[in-house]
């Protein structure tokens, strides 16, 4: 979806309801890759030995990613929020 284009012609309720749709969705595939870096995470701090020296600069990654993902999924659920309340 051309969201620049779709923002600019939502002029209805469903047009605004789709765009709603579209960020929770966008929330939620934000969130299933937040979920997938904890586990590494958890992996990376569990047994750090295994990655030698890597492992601190592995464990600073994901929680980066982690943090990215998190407030993507804020950020699109808020403007999920806004769309339904258009």
């Given at each position: 979806?051309?969201?620049?284009?779709?923002?600019?012609?939502?002029?209805?309720?469903?047009?605004?309801?789709?765009?709603?749709?579209?960020?929770?969705?966008?929330?939620?595939?934000m969130?299933?890759?937040?979920?997938?870096?904890?586990?590494?995470?958890?992996?990376?701090?569990?047994k750090?030995?295994?990655?030698?020296?890597?492992?601190?600069?592995?464990?600073?990654?994901?929680?980066?990613?982690?943090?990215?993902?998190?407030?993507?999924?804020?950020?699109?659920?808020?403007?999920?929020?806004?769309?339904?309340?258009?």
């Amino acid at each position: 979806m051309d969201m620049s284009q779709a923002v600019q012609n939502a002029t209805s309720k469903a047009d605004h309801e789709a765009l709603a749709q579209h960020y929770e969705e966008a929330a939620k595939e934000m969130q299933l890759k937040a979920d997938e870096h904890k586990k590494l995470l958890s992996q990376y701090r569990s047994k750090s030995y295994l990655y030698d020296r890597q492992a601190e600069d592995f464990k600073a990654h994901c929680e980066r990613l982690i943090d990215v993902y998190e407030n993507a999924v804020e950020e699109n659920l808020e403007m999920a929020k806004m769309h339904r309340q258009m």
